[in-house]
């Protein structure tokens, strides 16, 4: 079946340094993956979008420069939080995408824990 | 995956009428939530559950943590209720959160 691994589940950062999380698309081909962060009132909110042979949209309040991502094949994308402060942490989440349109389905990852001391 | 079964995978309702989501749970859950996705794509939480039942206006949502499983049900839906539904359960701290497949919702006039 597929599945969507994300990892790591949980890290801690320095103030100031940078932490990178991955997901593995298993079993299908990610056309699409979008990374989230869960907000405190726990919804996720949308960072990104990467689809094959578009470039990365991100939405407002999120940045190239902040959070990079890398999605260089069908099965693998990464995203960096850079210079991590307090308010970066969280839950973080990405989703894959298989199909596109109303055929799309979306496996998700189960999240990665960022604590920032 | 097969830790959290939820159905049906897409539903078509009438405006008006009621109807119920479900996700089953193989594995002890701890707390469940309930999003749906917006137009832009970010998922709204609409509840985050221990065992027990809310109500958020036209939106109740239970959990049974013996039984292992989680509804949400739609009262007199509406046109807006439209979308994606997906329940996620937590077993552990440690585990994170496992997503069910989603549930496609269509509210026609």
């Known amino acids: 079946g597929a599945l969507v691994y994300q990892y790591p589940r949980r890290t801690i950062c320095k103030s100031g340094t940078s932490m990178r999380m991955e997901c593995q698309a298993v079993g299908f081909q990610a056309t699409s993956v979008a990374w989230y962060r869960q907000s405190p009132q726990k919804t996720f909110e949308l960072i990104a979008l990467s689809t094959v042979n578009s470039a990365i949209k991100y939405e407002q309040n999120f940045t190239q420069e902040k959070f990079p991502i890398s999605h260089p094949n069908l099965s693998f994308s990464s995203m960096t939080v850079l210079n991590a402060y307090l308010e970066d942490r969280g839950l973080y989440l990405c989703g894959a995408g298989e199909g596109a349109g109303s055929n799309e389905r979306l496996f998700f990852g189960h999240g990665t824990k960022l604590s920032v001391l | 995956g097969d830790q959290v079964k939820q159905s049906p995978s897409a539903l078509s309702l009438q405006e008006g009428t009621n109807s119920a989501l479900r996700c089953n749970f193989s594995?002890?859950?701890?707390?469940v939530q309930w999003f749906l996705q917006n137009p832009r794509g970010s998922l709204m939480n609409l509840f985050y559950l221990v065992p027990g039942t809310k109500e958020n206006g036209r939106l109740k949502s239970t959990f049974n943590s013996k039984e292992s499983y989680s509804t949400l049900h739609i009262r007199d839906a509406q046109l807006e209720d439209s979308g994606t539904y997906f329940c996620?359960?937590?077993?552990?701290?440690?585990?994170?959160?496992?997503f069910g497949l989603g549930t496609r919702v269509s509210v026609f006039p």
């Open positions: 594995i002890a859950t701890t707390t």
């Open positions: 996620a359960a937590e077993h552990n701290y440690a585990q994170g959160l496992t």
